[in-house]
């Protein structure tokens, strides 16, 4: 979990001799500022941008930080000049001189509450005999598993285990713990903002199966080499960034009803199904993202967030029709929408498409209209307030129906997905009084 940093150390550019003491802090939510008593780079360079800052901390920590910029500078009355950097990206652990040289072998990251949507565990026996005073631990750590993705990406997860090493204590703890891995297959170095944005691709993956953003715990870059003895072991780089601010307490995630779906429940396609995310991410990034914000907890209009789905649903169609046709064509709105309602099972548009499946998609038509112009002719029949957020609750499921087909789930899978989590992720929108008849049937 990114959390707030504070260092002090030195600071200086790749292949310069000028350096400056200065105060570097982090937190998740205004990412990295580097306040330096003194300025890098010429003194005439108002608009200055470095690629690359780096530091050595009061306690010997290597810092790295890329895509900066000067976001203030300034002389106080004693003369001495100010500068203020800011940078998108925060490494801890080593010095890059160059681009060349931000290049890793693999990106491995961990989620809060990713054990619970694996449910993969290494203990068969935790027992306590009350009469003799016994307690008995038995635990194998379980095989990692490797799943060979689209474009040659490969997805580990790779399990490891804590455990005390003496007997001489009174509290032992065998911790299990499991990261994601994000490699090519070829094994050779990979730039950095490829390895990241395939971490963002898992990551938007399991905001879906989440059905909200995963928190962050840990992010590592690493890198294979050979130590003096040769033996090998992976070079590890912290990664941190700037993140969404969390408003309120999201519900903690330790039960499968709080998963739209589970690794349990796809896992015996899953390598498919992820590699169909990640091409689905390649050919209709638009409608990803568009999807996934919706599920971001910040702060946003209601007017926005529905003019996001709307756009989301809309480019979905015209990327199909192209891949479908081999071009686009300039189809009505309303069109697309009829058209990406008869791909939906009957079954959830009975339940999802309020009040009838006709006034849903002219609801859907005549507020997209309204907010996308605010043509005062069209006020009257754009919904608003409560209503508004209902429809762009429904339009939200709407979408995840369309991507979950998309990933590889059956029209079977997506009503028993949709029905049966919809009563405890979404109850506002699917009723259980109205969803149960259909339960009987799984």
């Known amino acids: 979990m990114q959390k707030k940093l504070h260092f002090k150390g030195v600071w200086f550019l790749p ?43 009061s306690d010997g920590k290597k810092i790295t930080l890329f895509k900066c910029f000067r976001s203030n500078r300034g002389f106080h009355s004693n003369g001495i000049e100010t500068s203020i950097y800011e940078a998108i990206f925060l490494f801890i ?6 681009m ?13 509450s990713f054990d619970f949507w694996l449910s993969i565990y290494g203990f068969s026996r935790i027992e306590y005999l009350k009469e003799t005073k016994e307690i008995f631990v038995e635990y194998k750590q379980p095989l990692d598993l490797v799943f060979h993705l689209t474009e040659g990406i490969e997805c580990a997860f790779q399990f490891s285990t804590y455990a005390p090493s003496y007997s001489k204590t009174s509290k032992a703890i065998v911790k299990q713990v499991c990261e994601i891995s994000l490699s090519h297959n070829s094994k050779s170095l990979t730039g950095f903002e490829e390895l990241f944005s395939m971490f963002e691709t898992f990551e938007k993956f399991l905001t879906l199966s989440y059905f909200g953003k995963p928190i962050i715990k840990k992010l590592f870059l690493r890198t294979k080499t050979l130590s003096k003895k040769n033996e090998e072991y992976y070079k590890t780089v912290e990664i941190h960034f700037q993140t969404p601010s969390l408003n309120g307490k999201l519900h903690r995630r330790n039960h499968s009803n709080y998963f739209l779906f589970t690794f349990k429940i796809i896992q015996e396609n ?6 169909n995310w990640f091409n689905a991410k390649t050919k209709l990034e638009p409608t990803i993202n ?26 979905y169609h015209q990327r199909k029709e192209k891949e479908n046709r081999g071009k686009a064509s300039q189809t009505l709105f309303q ?18 498409f309020k009040p009838s499946e006709k006034e849903f998609i002219e609801n859907i038509k005549n507020s997209r209209n309204y907010y996308t112009h605010y043509s005062e002719e069209k006020e009257a029949t754009a919904l608003k307030g409560s209503d508004l957020f209902y429809l762009s609750e429904r339009m939200k499921i709407f979408l995840v129906c369309l991507i979950l087909k998309e990933i590889g789930f059956t029209d079977a899978e997506v009503v028993k997905t949709i029905l049966r989590k919809g009563v405890f992720l979404f109850n506002h929108i699917i009723k259980y009084d109205e969803a149960k008849k259909y339960f009987q049937d799984w």
């Not at 069109?335 to 999802?352: D, G, T, V």
């Open 15 to 57: 292949n310069s001799e000028s350096q400056y003491t200065g105060l570097l802090d982090f937190s998740p939510d205004n990412g990295a500022r580097l306040e330096l008593l003194g300025m890098l780079g010429k003194e005439n360079q108002d608009d200055h941008r470095p690629e690359l800052i780096l530091g050595v901390t």
């Open 93 to 98: 652990g080593g010095h890059f001189l160059n």
């Open 100 to 112: 060349d040289e931000l290049k890793f072998s693999q990106i491995d990251c961990q989620f809060k």
């Open 270 to 275: 899953f390598q498919e199904i992820l590699s």
């Open 290 to 315: 568009g999807l996934t914000e919706a599920f971001s907890v910040r702060e946003q209009l209601s007017e926005f967030k529905f003019l996001n789905l709307a756009h989301a649903l809309e480019t």
């Open 335 to 352: 069109k697309r929408l009829e058209a990406l309602s008869n791909l939906i099972p009957p079954e959830i548009k009975f339940l999802l």
